[in-house]
């Protein structure tokens, strides 16, 4: 996504002397713009409403259940800025660490709604590095035998990208920033260093 603000929003979490409370608060506002076009293709259909002047066919969201499905621990700071748009939206969690050693994926929760299957579900992680751990957490999600997935990131590398589409090739990505690679500890670079810790201060 190339838009401006999104952009200018994407460089400010880039810089290492954003502080906590900056970074976790344009996490947020990326995630509601990002999520304002990852809902592009949200099926509509006609209603009668009754104007002020006269009754007329307008478009509402079709009956169509969404659920977000945050990745623990980084992807909690986007949850806010998509229920910002969709309020309704029931929330998934799935908590996965990155052994720092192996860069596999370790998984140490799981809480999805009852009625997961019959949703369609946005996975919400700021970083997309080698994959692993969008990749696990879609197949959980297609454990549940949800349908229609998608998969929204901040910043991916080129490696993530690949390793989904060739895991998942039916999950859309959506992200903000395709950056250059990823350095020997499995960093995204340029990226903006370890999501996680910057959204809870933990580093
Ligand atoms: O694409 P991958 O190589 O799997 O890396 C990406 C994962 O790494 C980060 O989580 P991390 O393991 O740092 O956990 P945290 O969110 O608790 O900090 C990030 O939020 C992703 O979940
Ligand atoms: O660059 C990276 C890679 C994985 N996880 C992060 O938080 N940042
Ligand atoms: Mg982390």
Redesign the pocket.
Known sequence: MDHPLLQHKLSILRDENTGVKDFREVVSEIATLMCYEATRDLPLEEVEIKTPITTAKFKTIAGKKLAIVP?????LGMVDGILTLIPSAKVGHIG???DPDT?E?VEYYCKMPNDIAEREVIIL??????????SAAIQFIKNYEVKNIKLMNIIAAPE?IQRVHHDHPDVDIYCAALDEKLNDH?YIVPGLG????RIFGTK
């Open positions: 990745v623990l621990r980084a992807g996965l660490y990155r860069l994926p992680d700021p970083m997309l590095a080698t994959g692993g751990s969008a993530g499995g370890d999501a996680g810790d």
